[in-house]
């Protein structure tokens, strides 16, 4: 089930995962000239696990795997938005400021960045550049990450007690990796197969899907689906959900499990 915002900021500290580190990719994390270096992928099949919520007779389950071809390539950043160009937007005034202990780094990723903030940037880029770009939605994300994706299923039977299965996901969460704080540079996570960098380290991504809460012990044609679009899907080496005005939730805003440390973003182009 969601917690409150209130339980939230009492589960723990906030996270990076510390995965091997690749050298840096180069030229990846240099100023916005014109246009972000953009990657394509083509059309393809995969199956990915729905984000959101899901019950049966009022008990949480893992959510449903769903299988799903892609008909129409996908454009996006090769890597998240940095420090450098996020404080160009703010100098232009098309986006909030970052808190002061956000220095603008032409070598790290934006962090502390709210759902807000991220959009701000799209609507600013878009206007710059005559091109439409935003926020991915959680299955864009998931098509773009690729073998970088985890499955966030804890795999645990329905019937168990709610309570054991929380904890069940909260250990599988804290002992997937070791844990380090530090923002490391742009591309020190490595290269996905897509040729995209940092996907599922360094800093989790904000999307444009929004939390649901799906009953399935209803037929489909009379389940109600809650729908929270003030909760967004943060995507990472972990799926998070975060409220949208959250910046950095070391100080809150994780719905359950174990919070992401950087909260940052990166943009598909359409």
Known sequence: MLLSLKISIAIGAGIVVALPLAPPCGT????????????TIAPRQFEYREAGEFTRWGRPVDAPVVSRTRKTPLTLMRRQVTATEYEECVRERGCPPAPQDNAPNRDRPAVKVSWHDASAYASWLSRKTGRTYRLPADDEWIFA????FVDDGVRADENVDPSKRWLARYEKESNRDNFDKELRPTGSFGINEHGLADMAGNVWEWTNTCY???????????????????IRVVAGRHRSYMTDFIRDPRSGGCAVGVAPANLGFRLVRD
């Open 28 to 39: 990846c994390g240099a100023p916005l000239s014109g246009e972000p270096e953009l990657v």
């Open 145 to 148: 990450a690729g073998a970088r």
């Open 212 to 230: 649901r809460r799906v009953p399935l012990d209803q037929g489909a044609a009379s389940a109600h689906v809650t729908v929270n679009c003030g």
